[in-house]
């Protein structure tokens, strides 16, 4: 009977799925889950990247994909498509505190767990012939001289494996990976370094001005771009030789409108583009528009990938959208949801990450501070709420009894 | 005053997400109830002359193969269960001979099969000089 209900289960799943279209989703090339880390560690150095553009303050994400079918995310093996799930959880952290004058000390936590299962799962995956499961995590230190505004940082990155299938090559958990961030004022230099070996070295230009950070609101200034130019050391794996990267950020229109660049040297070329709109500067939400040249060694072409997303404070909607394909896993042809998260908190600012105006939830709560403030009064804390109304009227009256008055309420309650 | 009204929505709003999210966290749980992680196959030969020798999932490039049922299975008979992890659409190479005995020349007949999970009983049967799959 039981079985009887499964089955029944299963065929109207899959009913349903055919009838959204979601089946016609394309699969997980295998080969997107084995080169995921080298994705995560640029990403998430990134986001630090971002994030440090102050020096302190706080910062918080968490989120996590959410694919209610098995057949959104299917697995392209050697052998088929496997039905099963892409995931992709992750959270970061990151608060400072003053410890001297003019300096901040800081620590920051970003963490990862991505990969394929047989099963959707929260914590505990299936981990079948075929699952990929692995996490990223990296942490570290930060040192800001708020005088000079620089900002040193620096710590390790963790690839730890948990479960490698049989289709993907052999992997082995990374503990000596490490990083370096400084930064002065809008320029900053990243390395990313496996033992001795420079694995990528990041000089990113963040010329745009921001008011969180100081700046300002409108003006030619907030239309300068950020720049970023990465170098990739490919000839550690032996895969190919170096190559760069390059990002344009372009604001088009007070700061609610960009345009995005990435452009790949010497070889490769065009790598995505996108047109993005906050409705507002502190990307609480967002609109994208992006394009993104596929990976022609893992998915055999490298076609054009048109796409879009739409991101809300909680939740984020995207239907082959070049950060889906980039961070789970090239998934495409199907809508993804994720559940989100993210704030940074700078100097009583709070914004989502890469905003430059704090967000319109705080205005409104400084508004409402002003208007539930007491009624003007005399300050005092009124023992008989009753006396109130006597008390401005009989200003004078009162002064001259307070002493009767508090021996008087002394006297009955027993507390003074 | 509607600002504050706003403000009181809002946060109701964020707590009702949040509520949602508690039982969201738990759709994993919830989604094996009806949705099979493994395939527990097995086959029967419902030919009159052939022997079934074995079934494995190979490589859509025939390079490499992983077997399945590694059992002979004689006209009318059923092998083991054999439960796998294999969920999805797979190339099927079937090893028979035309013989009730399993003797003589090793036959192959390769298959894209699409595997639901859960419990399947798949019949192998003859028709015309073809193999002939069914689910039931």
Same mark, same amino acid.
């Given at each position: 009977m =039981?079985?009887?209900?499964?089955? $029944?289960?299963?065929? +109207?799943l899959c009913l349903l799925s055919l009838a959204t279209g979601l089946a016609l989703a394309d699969a997980i090339p295998a080969g997107a889950l084995s080169t995921g880390a080298s994705q995560t560690r640029d990403q998430q150095?990134?986001? $630090?990247?971002?994030v440090m553009r102050g020096g302190r303050g706080g910062f918080l994400d968490v989120g996590f994909n959410y694919?209610?079918?098995p057949s959104q995310t299917p697995l392209e093996s050697p052998y088929g498509e496997h039905d099963g799930f892409a995931f992709r959880h992750h959270f970061a952290g990151f608060g400072s505190g003053a410890v001297a004058r003019n300096s901040q000390l800081g620590a920051l936590l970003w963490f990862e767990r991505s990969g394929w299962d047989g099963e959707d799962f929260f914590f505990f995956p299936q981990y079948n012939d075929f699952s990929h499961v692995s996490s990223?995590?990296?942490?570290?230190l930060t040192f800001s001289q708020i005088k000079y505004d620089l900002t040193f940082a620096g710590g390790m990155q963790h690839y730890n494996v948990e479960r490698v299938g049989i289709v993907y090559p052999e992997e082995d958990?990374?503990?000596?990976?490490s990083w370096a961030h400084l930064r002065w004022n809008h320029f900053s230099l990243q390395g990313n370094f496996y033992r001795s070996n420079v694995r990528f070295l990041r000089l990113s230009m963040d010329l745009e001005s921001r008011v969180v950070y100081g700046g300002q609101s409108h003006g030619i200034l907030t239309y300068l771009p950020n720049v970023d130019f990465t170098v990739y050391n490919r000839s550690v794996d032996r895969f190919s030789a170096d190559n760069y990267r390059m990002n344009w950020e372009q604001n088009l229109y007070g700061q609610v409108l960009y345009a995005e660049l990435s452009y790949d040297f010497p070889d490769d070329g065009f790598h995505s583009a996108a047109l993005?709109?906050?409705?507002?500067?502190?990307?609480?939400? +967002?609109?994208?528009?992006?394009? $993104?040249?596929?990976?022609k060694d893992i998915d055999g072409t490298d076609d054009l990938l048109w796409g879009g997303a739409i991101e809300f404070p909680f939740v984020r909607f995207a239907y082959n959208s070049s950060y889906e394909y980039e961070n789970f896993f090239h998934a495409k042809g199907t809508f993804i949801v994720e559940f989100q998260f993210n704030m940074t908190a700078f100097d009583g600012f709070l914004f989502a990450r890469g905003g430059t105006r704090s967000a319109p939830l705080e205005t409104i709560n400084i508004e409402r501070k002003n208007k539930d403030k007491p009624p003007e009064g005399d300050g005092l804390i009124h023992l008989n709420p009753s006396e109130l109304s006597t008390s401005n009227s009989n200003k004078p009256k009162t002064l001259e009894a307070t002493g009767i008055r508090y021996e008087k309420s002394g006297g009955n309650e027993g507390g003074k | 005053m509607i600002r504050s009204i706003l403000m009181r929505r809002m946060r109701t709003m964020a707590f009702l997400l949040g509520l949602f999210a508690i039982p969201l966290m738990l759709t994993g749980c919830l989604s094996h109830w009806f949705i099979e992680s493994e395939t527990r196959l097995q086959v029967e030969n +419902?030919? +009159?002359?052939?022997?079934?020798?074995?079934?494995? =999932? =190979?490589?859509l490039d025939g390079s490499i193969y992983s077997s399945w049922i590694d059992e002979? $299975?004689?006209p009318g008979e059923r092998s083991r269960v054999v439960s796998a992890d294999w969920v999805g659409e797979f190339k099927i190479r079937l090893k028979y001979t035309k013989s009730a005995d399993a003797s003589g020349d090793t036959l192959v007949d390769y298959r894209m099969l699409d595997f639901d999970g859960g419990s399947m009983f798949l019949k192998i049967s003859a028709e015309k000089g073809s193999l002939k799959y069914k689910f039931r």
């Open positions: =039981v079985m009887l209900m499964r089955k $029944i289960f299963g065929r +109207a150095l990134r986001e $630090i990247r971002d694919l209610p079918l990223m995590t990296t942490w570290g958990d990374s503990l000596y990976y993005k709109y906050y409705p507002d500067p502190s990307r609480m939400v +967002a609109f994208e528009a992006t394009c $993104i040249r596929r990976n | +419902a030919t +009159a002359k052939y022997s079934i020798l074995s079934l494995d =999932v =190979v490589s002979t $299975i004689l």
